[in-house]
């Protein structure tokens, strides 16, 4: 008798002539890309530094394409736009120190959003390592320490046997649910030294499924046929595990109305019956959601975006899905179903009894309008007005990304995303200069569509370098920079504070002469010319800036009441 276990692939004869014969040249990086390569990467971001040279010649040898931005932090973000357009774990090629340290707040992002990244450094000689003060260009006392707390995993490698290993046991991590960013270290010495070791020429990793536990997906689903009045809430998990089509036929199954967070911007159609659409920072939909006898929270953990500055307090029984341990019933007791979001819905598609409710369709629309309302009392058309333009401008199936600036954070409530998985922001780790170095990314995943970028001035100044990246490749990304002559959003807050702003005024150049000087078309538009402006600039190739200067403001909050 056979067992699975027992069963080992044989080598074919050309795998078997080029392990016994590898051609000469190669050193440890090159069997960091060739893994790469096994694991099905295509593409590669990064900078070069000087301990990880070995990695990036390397490269030269390979089929690997590879885009090199100007900050790593920048790099960072392109690689988790990346792994969030396609699904893939994005590698991020880094060197030791600095180079190393600048990517931090981009992975804590991806950390925080579950995009899948993988980080590669370069670490000091093997020599170096254990803690003692050598003296190596870039040591630290433990590089690894710097990201435990940020990253999934930490894989350090010692010797070029342990690379692809490693490589691949981090691939497997940051595709297993929740994904997120890895990371993997490897010294100088060990990327540089010639290799006696065969060419990589497999790499398959099977990322380990997160099924729900039956017997409580019984009980859920259960408490959603009998009840009354219940809703859902449809986080980012419902995006990442593209299980937007399962979270529409279960809503209409149960006549639950849905809203979506930030992070789960398109998992549910903006304009069906059912829809309460992103309004999160609204007390009317707060209100909505509290009265619901059985909630539904889906991919989500109900964090301070989500929950309305922590205000939210349901009074029924909650239902949480979720792939992150860390979140299941963090904030709110509930039924915790550690799992991923589309196992689980197929799971509960399999076991709910149909409800009907003919009033569920109205008592949605009373509450857009009661949000309508209260928006519209606020003498806020222009705000109204540049994002009604900016969805006009952009085809529907193409993606955007967004700084941390006040049309942002419109856009997280108003912005209809028209599909899955093609809205994204800063909003989970919420660090400033994400929208234009991500847009980049994406324009690298699929070259087909445009990508939009929008930026505020102050997000502006943190990846301006990175026009250059988008003129070197030709990257299809139209860059908006709302100009208002400061950080926006602070300005706001530190006045509604203290009574006036400090600290939040800038000194900004001419963004379009800047541009222009990059070899990237620049545009000055205004609230009036943005939608036709903008559109002109999305259909053209290439990359393009388009400047707004405009002072916007946000609506009222109502979690201060």
Sequence with gaps: MTHDHDLVLRPTAAQTEAALNPPPGRNGGDLVVETLAGLGATTVFGLPGQHALGMFDALRRSDLRYIGLRVENNAGFAADAYGRITGEAAPLLLSTGPGALTSLAALQEARAASAPVLAISSQIPTAGLGGGRHGYLHELPDQAASFRGVVKSVHTVRTQSQIPSAIAEAWTSALTVPHGPVWVEIPQDVLLSE?????????DTFPEELPPRPELTAVAADLLSRAERPAIIAGGGVVRADASGKLRQLAERLAAPVVTTFGGKGAFPWTHPLSLQSWLEDRHTTDFLEDADVLLVVGSGLGELSSNYHTFKPRGRVVQIEADL????????????????????????????????????????????????????????????????????????????????????????????????????????????????????????????????VSGDGGALY??????????????????????????????????????????????????????????PGTRTSPETLEADLAKALAAPGPSVVVLPAVLRMFAPTHTE
């Excluded at 290799?195 to 790499?203: D, F, K, L, Q, R």
């Excluded at 991923?340 to 569920?360: C, I, K, N, S």
């Excluded at 926006?488 to 379009?512: C, H, K, N, S």
Aim: charged content about 20%; hydrophobic content about 45%; cysteine-free.
């Design 463 to 520: 990846s301006i370098a990175e026009l250059a990246t988008a003129r070197q490749y030709d990257l299809n990304v139209t860059w908006l920079i709302v100009d208002d002559g400061g950080y926006g959003i602070l300005r706001e807050y530190m006045t509604d504070a203290f009574g006036q702003p400090t600290a939040t005024e800038l000194t900004r150049p001419d963004y379009v002469a800047l541009a222009e000087s990059f070899g990237v």
């Design 195 to 203: 290799t006696p070791i065969p060419v990589v020429t497999g790499g």
């Design 326 to 453: 860390g979140k299941l019933e963090s904030n709110h007791p509930a039924l915790g179903i550690h799992a991923d979001a589309r196992l689980a819905l197929q799971a509960l598609l399999e076991t709910v009894t149909d409800r009907t409710d003919p009033t569920a369709a109205d008592r949605v629309r009373e509450v857009l309008d009661k949000v309508r309302e209260r928006i519209g009392s606020q003498e806020l058309t222009l705000e109204q007005d540049v994002l009604a333009s900016v969805r006009a401008a952009l085809p529907p199936g193409a993606p955007s990304f967004w700084d941390m600036t006040i049309l942002a954070y419109w856009a997280w409530s108003a912005f209809d995303a028209k599909a899955p998985n093609t809205m994204h922001s800063a909003q989970g780790a919420g660090g400033l200069g994400y929208g234009f170095p991500a847009a980049l990314g994406a324009a690298a995943a699929d070259p087909t569509r445009p990508v939009l970028a």
